[in-house]
Protein backbone atom coordinates (compact mmCIF):
# COMPACT_ATOMS: atom_id res chain seq x y z
CA UNK A 1 0.00 0.00 0.00
CA UNK A 2 1.34 3.18 -1.08
CA UNK A 3 2.01 5.70 1.74
CA UNK A 4 2.76 9.41 1.95
CA UNK A 5 3.33 11.01 5.25
CA UNK A 6 4.34 14.53 5.49
CA UNK A 7 6.16 16.42 8.46
CA UNK A 8 8.01 19.38 9.34
CA UNK A 9 5.12 22.30 9.19
CA UNK A 10 4.31 24.92 12.15
CA UNK A 11 4.25 28.47 12.51
CA UNK A 12 7.21 30.30 11.29
CA UNK A 13 7.43 34.34 11.42
CA UNK A 14 7.85 36.39 8.15
CA UNK A 15 11.12 35.51 6.31
CA UNK A 16 11.70 32.48 8.38
CA UNK A 17 12.55 29.16 7.03
CA UNK A 18 11.18 25.56 7.42
CA UNK A 19 11.71 22.10 5.79
CA UNK A 20 8.97 19.56 5.15
CA UNK A 21 9.54 16.32 4.73
CA UNK A 22 7.71 13.33 3.13
CA UNK A 23 8.07 9.55 3.93
CA UNK A 24 7.05 7.25 1.37
CA UNK A 25 6.59 3.94 1.38
CA UNK A 26 4.58 1.18 -0.67
CA UNK A 27 5.94 1.58 -4.17
CA UNK A 28 9.79 2.11 -5.33
CA UNK A 29 10.58 5.69 -4.47
CA UNK A 30 13.49 6.24 -6.67
CA UNK A 31 11.18 5.36 -10.10
CA UNK A 32 8.86 7.69 -9.51
CA UNK A 33 8.68 11.95 -9.65
CA UNK A 34 7.51 13.27 -6.66
CA UNK A 35 5.96 16.66 -6.06
CA UNK A 36 4.51 19.71 -3.75
CA UNK A 37 1.55 20.98 -4.14
CA UNK A 38 -0.22 23.47 -1.76
CA UNK A 39 -3.75 24.86 -0.71
CA UNK A 40 -4.08 27.87 1.03
CA UNK A 41 -6.60 28.29 3.53
CA UNK A 42 -10.19 27.81 1.45
CA UNK A 43 -8.62 28.17 -1.85
CA UNK A 44 -7.49 25.94 -4.80
CA UNK A 45 -5.23 23.93 -5.29
CA UNK A 46 -1.55 24.89 -6.41
CA UNK A 47 1.49 23.12 -8.41
CA UNK A 48 4.21 24.04 -5.87
CA UNK A 49 7.53 21.93 -7.54
CA UNK A 50 8.41 18.82 -8.97
CA UNK A 51 11.56 16.26 -9.10
CA UNK A 52 12.32 13.23 -11.03
CA UNK A 53 13.51 9.88 -10.08
CA UNK A 54 16.92 10.86 -10.30
CA UNK A 55 16.56 14.41 -9.37
CA UNK A 56 17.67 15.03 -12.62
CA UNK A 57 14.71 17.59 -13.35
CA UNK A 58 13.59 19.93 -11.08
CA UNK A 59 10.59 22.49 -11.65
CA UNK A 60 9.18 25.42 -9.68
CA UNK A 61 5.98 27.41 -9.50
CA UNK A 62 6.74 31.09 -10.27
CA UNK A 63 5.46 31.93 -6.75
CA UNK A 64 8.51 29.72 -5.05
CA UNK A 65 11.38 29.80 -7.62
CA UNK A 66 14.33 31.13 -5.93
CA UNK A 67 13.31 30.35 -2.40
CA UNK A 68 11.93 27.15 -2.00
CA UNK A 69 14.40 23.80 -2.91
CA UNK A 70 12.89 20.35 -3.38
CA UNK A 71 15.18 17.60 -2.76
CA UNK A 72 14.98 13.83 -2.41
CA UNK A 73 17.33 11.09 -0.81
CA UNK A 74 16.02 7.78 -2.98
CA UNK A 75 18.15 5.91 -0.21
CA UNK A 76 15.75 7.17 3.01
CA UNK A 77 12.52 7.16 0.56
CA UNK A 78 12.34 11.01 1.41
CA UNK A 79 10.83 13.63 -0.16
CA UNK A 80 12.16 17.16 1.01
CA UNK A 81 11.01 20.99 0.47
CA UNK A 82 12.88 23.38 2.06
CA UNK A 83 11.59 26.98 1.97
CA UNK A 84 13.15 30.40 2.68
CA UNK A 85 12.12 33.85 3.05
CA UNK A 86 8.87 32.76 3.82
CA UNK A 87 5.98 35.48 3.38
CA UNK A 88 2.14 35.12 4.43
CA UNK A 89 0.99 33.86 1.17
CA UNK A 90 3.11 30.72 1.76
CA UNK A 91 0.51 29.86 4.12
CA UNK A 92 -0.78 26.19 3.13
CA UNK A 93 -1.43 23.07 3.67
CA UNK A 94 1.38 21.03 1.75
CA UNK A 95 0.88 17.97 0.24
CA UNK A 96 3.16 15.56 -0.92
CA UNK A 97 2.06 13.51 -4.49
CA UNK A 98 3.59 10.90 -6.24
CA UNK A 99 3.22 11.11 -10.15
CA UNK A 100 1.71 8.20 -12.02
CA UNK A 101 3.80 5.41 -13.52
CA UNK A 102 4.97 5.59 -17.47
CA UNK A 103 6.38 9.05 -16.34
CA UNK A 104 2.85 10.52 -16.87
CA UNK A 105 2.75 14.04 -15.27
CA UNK A 106 -0.24 13.32 -13.06
CA UNK A 107 -0.49 12.49 -9.04
CA UNK A 108 -2.33 8.96 -7.95
CA UNK A 109 -0.98 9.25 -4.52
CA UNK A 110 -1.42 12.14 -2.05
CA UNK A 111 -0.43 12.86 1.90
CA UNK A 112 -2.79 14.13 4.43
CA UNK A 113 -0.49 17.16 4.22
CA UNK A 114 1.18 19.68 6.72
CA UNK A 115 -0.06 23.10 7.46
CA UNK A 116 2.18 25.42 7.31
CA UNK A 117 1.32 29.04 8.87
CA UNK A 118 3.47 32.17 8.52
CA UNK A 119 2.58 35.24 10.74
CA UNK A 120 4.44 37.48 13.12
CA UNK B 1 1.99 31.98 -16.87
CA UNK B 2 -0.19 29.11 -18.11
CA UNK B 3 -3.52 29.00 -16.68
CA UNK B 4 -6.60 26.73 -16.68
CA UNK B 5 -10.04 28.09 -16.38
CA UNK B 6 -13.40 26.98 -14.14
CA UNK B 7 -16.40 27.97 -12.84
CA UNK B 8 -16.80 28.96 -9.47
CA UNK B 9 -19.53 26.76 -8.84
CA UNK B 10 -21.68 24.26 -10.47
CA UNK B 11 -25.31 23.21 -8.94
CA UNK B 12 -27.43 20.42 -9.77
CA UNK B 13 -30.56 18.43 -8.35
CA UNK B 14 -29.98 14.60 -7.51
CA UNK B 15 -29.90 12.64 -10.36
CA UNK B 16 -29.37 15.81 -12.72
CA UNK B 17 -26.31 16.35 -14.86
CA UNK B 18 -23.49 18.03 -13.88
CA UNK B 19 -20.96 19.39 -16.31
CA UNK B 20 -17.91 21.47 -15.47
CA UNK B 21 -16.21 22.93 -18.09
CA UNK B 22 -11.99 23.37 -17.86
CA UNK B 23 -10.51 25.68 -20.59
CA UNK B 24 -7.13 25.94 -21.40
CA UNK B 25 -4.81 27.35 -24.44
CA UNK B 26 -2.82 24.05 -24.54
CA UNK B 27 -5.51 21.25 -23.48
CA UNK B 28 -5.26 20.69 -27.64
CA UNK B 29 -2.03 19.29 -26.71
CA UNK B 30 -1.94 18.24 -23.70
CA UNK B 31 -4.57 16.20 -21.40
CA UNK B 32 -6.68 17.16 -18.57
CA UNK B 33 -7.09 15.35 -15.60
CA UNK B 34 -10.14 15.87 -12.92
CA UNK B 35 -9.68 15.91 -9.50
CA UNK B 36 -12.52 15.68 -6.71
CA UNK B 37 -11.62 16.71 -2.86
CA UNK B 38 -14.62 16.64 -0.10
CA UNK B 39 -13.89 18.91 2.81
CA UNK B 40 -10.65 18.31 5.10
CA UNK B 41 -9.50 15.51 2.54
CA UNK B 42 -6.75 15.35 0.15
CA UNK B 43 -7.91 15.08 -3.18
CA UNK B 44 -8.70 12.06 -5.49
CA UNK B 45 -7.75 11.51 -8.76
CA UNK B 46 -11.62 10.61 -11.06
CA UNK B 47 -10.67 10.86 -14.21
CA UNK B 48 -7.21 11.11 -16.47
CA UNK B 49 -6.21 11.55 -19.62
CA UNK B 50 -8.94 13.80 -20.64
CA UNK B 51 -11.28 10.73 -20.30
CA UNK B 52 -9.81 7.61 -18.32
CA UNK B 53 -11.73 6.64 -14.98
CA UNK B 54 -9.33 4.83 -12.26
CA UNK B 55 -10.03 2.38 -11.00
CA UNK B 56 -13.26 2.09 -7.63
CA UNK B 57 -14.47 5.47 -9.64
CA UNK B 58 -18.15 5.33 -10.84
CA UNK B 59 -19.12 4.84 -13.98
CA UNK B 60 -21.04 7.83 -13.17
CA UNK B 61 -17.86 10.05 -13.98
CA UNK B 62 -16.59 11.13 -17.41
CA UNK B 63 -14.23 13.15 -19.17
CA UNK B 64 -14.14 14.93 -22.75
CA UNK B 65 -11.91 16.98 -24.66
CA UNK B 66 -12.24 18.95 -27.47
CA UNK B 67 -9.78 21.78 -28.70
CA UNK B 68 -9.45 24.09 -25.75
CA UNK B 69 -11.65 22.99 -23.57
CA UNK B 70 -11.94 19.69 -21.16
CA UNK B 71 -15.29 18.75 -19.52
CA UNK B 72 -15.80 16.90 -16.46
CA UNK B 73 -19.58 14.97 -16.58
CA UNK B 74 -21.16 13.61 -13.80
CA UNK B 75 -24.67 11.73 -15.01
CA UNK B 76 -27.01 11.33 -12.41
CA UNK B 77 -25.05 13.37 -9.65
CA UNK B 78 -25.46 12.26 -5.94
CA UNK B 79 -25.34 14.05 -2.65
CA UNK B 80 -22.25 12.10 -2.06
CA UNK B 81 -20.80 13.89 -5.14
CA UNK B 82 -21.07 17.38 -3.80
CA UNK B 83 -17.09 18.77 -4.08
CA UNK B 84 -14.53 20.81 -5.12
CA UNK B 85 -13.38 19.73 -8.29
CA UNK B 86 -10.40 20.97 -9.62
CA UNK B 87 -8.92 20.19 -13.30
CA UNK B 88 -5.23 20.00 -13.91
CA UNK B 89 -2.73 20.02 -16.99
CA UNK B 90 0.86 20.81 -17.75
CA UNK B 91 1.33 23.73 -20.35
CA UNK B 92 3.07 23.52 -23.52
CA UNK B 93 5.93 22.38 -22.44
CA UNK B 94 5.31 19.57 -19.82
CA UNK B 95 7.12 20.90 -17.16
CA UNK B 96 4.78 23.44 -15.99
CA UNK B 97 2.00 21.76 -14.39
CA UNK B 98 -1.37 23.69 -13.55
CA UNK B 99 -4.50 23.19 -11.53
CA UNK B 100 -7.32 25.29 -12.37
CA UNK B 101 -9.20 27.29 -9.88
CA UNK B 102 -11.71 25.02 -8.79
CA UNK B 103 -15.50 24.52 -8.99
CA UNK B 104 -17.47 23.85 -6.00
CA UNK B 105 -20.12 21.19 -7.00
CA UNK B 106 -23.50 21.49 -4.78
CA UNK B 107 -26.27 18.79 -5.25
CA UNK B 108 -29.36 19.53 -3.84
Known amino acids: EVQLVESGGGLVKPGGSLRLSCAAS????????MNWVRQAPGKGLEWVSS????????YYADSVKGRFTISRDDAKNSLYLQMNSLRADDTAVYYC?????????????WGQGTLVTVSS | SYELTQPPSVSVSPGQTARITCSGDALPKKYAYWYQQKSGQAPVLVIYEDRKRPSGIPERFSGSSSGTMATLTISGAQVEDEADYYCYSTDSSGNRRVFGGGTKLTVL
Open chain 1, 51 to 58: ISGTSTYI
Open chain 1, 26 to 33: GFNFRSYS
Open chain 1, 97 to 109: AKDAPVAAPYFDY
